[in-house]
């Protein structure tokens, strides 16, 4: 049985140039595999130099329009575009607010693109009745809305410009939310300053995530559109049941795409072309590359400081790379002599997750001794969960094995609480630990990618009650997702509790697997239980799955 397709509307314009505004609202709907009912709201006479001629659509027939899909193929999500004049947004509102009280247990979202102006130049698109339209109808409305920097001061009354420090814009988008929006993405292509000549970079304001969406730019004069299929795709996204943080993360990989995809068509600049598949991976020759956690598809978020000290993010490590152990077991245990155990059965690479109990707020000190010795003496790479101060204090003994290293591992609050001294301290010290971070989410996956982290944990794979957490399970597919698209080793962590889960998903080839239950036996069992646990993992790596790279699932 087919499985019905998102719907989604896109209230916008006609390009008679085919670049922009309706069509290449249908070409990224295509590349989400969503189904798109375009909504003529203007009227363009354009091609490829310019808009010549603009005309909104009559109110009566884009009632019309909207009446009719009304009655047979309400949305998920409307998508809004070049609207024309005062009485359209006002028609919109409306049907937003009539289709949410009619279905509230679809909770209708709204993106608004708002069209002010044309990228490739000619008469203005919109007047102050426009603009007073917008504050007072649709911002109060708005699920997303997805401004350039001169569109976003517009909206505020502000001088349309692209200039300007970027400490400006954090301060634009929270002025935006103020007025109702919900999350707002203040887009940075049509951006001049220094470092936007090599790299995009997105403000993104969400209630999941707050920060810089920074990937390369695509050196191409062929941009026609990609305004509309980055909302677009954000749109599509929401529909398919991503919340808005993640939505943007998949509609910055689209436009990517779509801009590496452009092409001439007249003699200004050619539209951009969405096309479905865009997720397959990083491709070289033609052919996707297997799965080497290249990441350069994948923008990655900054969450600290200015644009300009690190928007030049490597496709690698910033930390000591990590090594995946040979029998691809990531153990994780809650005390130094635990450490001691599960190293003298065999495994090599293990993480202490201790919690500081107030009967003996002294222990962690003992525990992180011993577990450093052991490592040290066998080889192996210690990862310290949370207490990264107390850790980098501890010096491991002179005779260190050659293959010991010492990594520090950090929750998403956790890396969000450091502090830009914390953060500098840390960064001091990168050339002598790893550094891993979890990730639950496309955001946090991009905020992992920006830190140059040397590791990163995508979980949880299963349903899992080690801890209580609001996220979906991953699943093999969103594994895979992860392992294709991230910038660094991928390891899977959550549920994974007998020699079969960990088969299974060892198939998709993560660095390494985390097992935390799977290692409860007694110390003189556990040889044997690292023993069949290496053995799954050794028999799931030989029955490599290599299936179709497509869409993550919805993980909140």
């Not at 994948?298 to 400081?305: I, K």
Request: glycine residues 10%.
């Amino acid at each position: 049985m087919t499985v019905p397709r998102p719907l989604i509307w896109s209230i916008a314009g006609l390009d008679t140039a085919g670049g922009a505004g309706l069509s290449a609202d249908q070409r990224a709907a295509d590349a989400l595999g969503v189904h798109l009912c375009p909504v003529v709201a203007s009227l363009t006479a354009q091609h490829s130099l310019g808009v010549q001629a603009m005309q909104a659509t009559e109110p009566a027939w884009l009632e019309a329009q909207l009446r009719a899909l009304a009655d047979d193929l309400p949305p998920r999500v409307i998508k809004t575009g070049l609207l024309g004049s005062a009485a359209a947004i006002r028609t919109v509102a409306r049907w937003v607010d009539r289709l949410r009280a009619a279905h509230p247990e679809r909770a209708l979202a709204l993106v608004i693109d708002p069209v002010l102006g044309a990228s490739a130049g000619g008469r203005p698109l919109s007047d102050d009745a426009v603009l007073a339209a917008y504050r007072q109808e649709l911002l109060p409305r708005a699920t997303l809305i997805t401004p350039n920097r001169a569109e976003a001061r517009r909206l505020l009354g502000q001088d349309a410009s692209h200039d300007g420090p970027d400490q400006e814009i954090p301060e634009l988008a929270a002025a935006l939310r103020q007025l109702g929006a919900h999350s707002v993405v203040i887009t940075g292509g049509d951006a001049g300053n220094r470092v936007a000549s090599t790299h995009c970079l997105d403000w993104i304001d969400t209630p999941q995530a707050q920060g810089w969406l920074c990937g390369p730019r695509v050196p191409t004069r062929h941009h026609h559109g990609s305004g509309c299929t980055f909302a677009t795709g954000a749109a599509a996204a929401l529909a398919l049941g991503h919340g808005p943080a993640d939505a943007l993360v998949l509609a910055h990989m689209l436009t990517h795409h779509a801009l590496q995809q452009g092409y001439a068509a007249g003699r200004g600049a050619g539209p951009v072309q969405a096309q479905a598949g865009f997720l397959a991976g990083v491709r070289q020759g033609g052919a996707p590359l297997p799965c080497l956690g290249l990441g350069r598809d994948l923008p990655w978020q900054l969450t600290h400081g200015q644009p300009e000290g690190n928007a030049a993010a490597p496709w690698a490590p910033l930390f000591r790379p990590f090594s995946p152990p040979a029998n691809g077991l990531y153990g994780i245990v809650d005390s130094g002599e635990r450490i001691e155990q599960v190293l003298a059965a065999g495994l090599r690479c293990v993480q202490l997750r201790h919690k500081i109990r107030v009967s003996a707020p002294d222990s962690l000190e003992q525990h992180l001794k011993r577990s450093l010795e052991a490592a040290a003496q066998t080889g192996a790479h210690l990862f310290i969960n949370d207490h990264w101060r107390e850790a980098l204090e501890i010096r491991a003994p002179a005779q260190a094995h050659p293959a010991y290293a010492l990594g520090l591992h950090l929750g998403q609050e956790d890396l969000l609480a450091l502090s830009l001294h914390d953060r500098a301290t840390l960064l001091a010290a990168r050339e002598r630990i790893m550094l891993g971070l979890s990730s639950h989410s496309l955001w946090e996956l991009a905020r992992a990618a920006g830190c140059g982290a040397s590791a990163i944990a995508c979980g949880p794979v299963q349903a899992t009650t080690t801890k209580d957490m609001p996220w979906r399970p991953q699943g093999e597919d969103n594994l895979r997702w992860w392992i294709t698209h991230s910038p660094a080793p991928v390891l899977a962590i959550g549920g994974l509790l007998n020699p079969e889960d960990l088969s299974r998903f060892a198939a998709h080839q993560p660095a390494a697997l985390c097992v935390v239950r799977a290692l409860d036996a007694p110390p003189d069992a556990l040889p044997r239980t690292v023993q069949h646990l290496s053995e799954a993992v050794h028999a799931g790596r030989l029955s490599l799955v290599a299936p179709r790279i497509g869409l993550p699932h919805p993980v909140l």
